[in-house]
């Protein structure tokens, strides 16, 4: 573990706070806690939103009704992703409770790697949801569901967004937008109808515009003054006079690549693994054979030590890097043997058939331990 901690330093990696993130804010929230003033809460989740992409909108563009609100520097969980977030946000528990561990996850109940927010649909439809341990892959929204028992509840989710471990359950609602605009008119509508305790609301085009064009970019920089410009002037007047709380924050910032390791089924390091590894752009889990290890080792410190580190997957579960150091016997398969950190600017990637086939490669990433990754923006208003 020493070795593993002296890495973290090296690198200048930022490691999760739990007690002090999207996860515990939304723990908080659901235990009616001192988060904001006024008895009813909305939970705005940006999708992409880094502290740092925050900050330079705010000094490059006039927005000036922010400086009326304290923003404060939060931590997401790990790894700093999308998929991983919203499991963590809408079960009320650490990655190493529900067991999404990245965009692609192993899956014993289906014998192969899978992108379960993605494929939920397809893999409902083909196999049943209950068949083949589907529920065990995409967790239960527990705490929403349990925020529901004595709260209305509504979730606000784009139009292609399928929300599975919700569906079919009367005591929450589920609305879709088309469009920011769309969206923010929604919200103004269902202040002023005053029907819900809490909403949950969840923008998505920030992120895609730091894939496409970078996560300090102008585009990047534009689409968060956009978003906030139109929240002042279409949702604001109307929040100030409601008993609402808007609760801004994210799942996780970006940071800029500029340097891809592509790893396929040709690659020599599939000759020490029983199969594909899995996980996310900055991490990756594997299946180690358990006699070709040390190969494993010497191939990575030859050729990949300037961009990834290569660590026993129990060293770092057992710093609490997922939130437990313990992992439950019935999830801790999808964490692997060993697992690969990317460094710096660098990006992993295992072209999965029929799953992520790449036109072209992205230029903001995340899910690895950079600040620009972890640090998060919380603004109540």
Not at 56 to 83: H, Q
Not at 101 to 126: M, Q
Not at 160 to 165: C, D, G, H
């Amino acid at each position: 573990m020493n070795d593993f901690i002296s890495e973290v330093k090296e690198n200048n990696f930022t490691l999760p706070n739990y007690k002090n993130s999207n996860l515990s804010i939304i723990k908080e929230i659901a235990n009616k806690g001192k988060i904001g003033e006024k008895k009813k809460k909305i939970l705005m989740l940006i999708d992409g939103l880094g502290y740092n992409l925050l900050s330079k909108a705010l000094s490059e563009r006039k927005i000036d009704f922010i400086k009326n609100y304290k923003i404060e520097k939060i931590s997401t969980v790990f790894p700093s992703t999308t998929a991983v977030a919203l499991a963590s946000i809408e079960t009320g528990l650490t990655p190493s409770e529900h067991g999404i561990v990245g965009w692609h996850v192993y899956s014993k109940e289906l014998g192969s790697v899978v992108a379960p927010y993605r494929d939920s649909l397809a893999l409902n439809e083909k196999f049943k949801f209950d068949h083949l341990g589907i529920r065990n892959i995409i967790p239960e929204a527990k705490l929403l569901l349990k925020m529901a028992e004595n709260r209305n509840v509504m979730l606000l989710f784009d139009k292609s967004i399928e929300k599975p471990q919700c569906n079919g359950n009367n005591k929450i609602r589920i609305d879709k937008y088309t469009m920011q605009s769309d969206m923010i008119l929604k919200l103004k509508n269902e202040v002023v109808k005053d029907e819900y305790d809490f909403i949950y609301v969840y923008h998505f085009l920030i992120d895609s515009i730091e894939h496409e064009y970078g996560p300090i970019s102008e585009a990047s920089i534009n689409a968060t003054a956009l978003l906030l410009n139109e929240l002042e002037n279409i949702l604001l007047p109307t929040l100030e006079k409601s008993d609402y709380n808007l609760i801004i924050t994210a799942d996780h910032g970006h940071t800029k690549v500029n340097k891809w390791l592509i790893i396929d089924s040709k690659s020599k390091i599939m000759n020490y693994l029983y199969g594909p590894p899995w996980g996310d752009a900055r991490i990756m889990f594997m299946n180690v054979i358990p006699k070709y290890e040390n190969d494993l080792r010497k191939y990575v410190a030859e050729k990949y030590s300037k961009y990834a580190i290569l660590e026993e997957s129990d060293t770092v579960i057992s710093t609490g890097i997922f939130g437990k150091k313990k992992i439950d016997e019935k999830i801790r398969y999808r964490f692997g043997t060993h697992i690969l950190l990317a460094k710096n600017n660098v990006a992993l990637d295992y072209s999965y058939p029929n799953i992520n086939q790449r036109n072209k490669r992205p230029i903001g990433i995340h899910s690895g331990l950079s600040e620009d990754e972890m640090v998060i923006p919380l603004i109540i208003i």
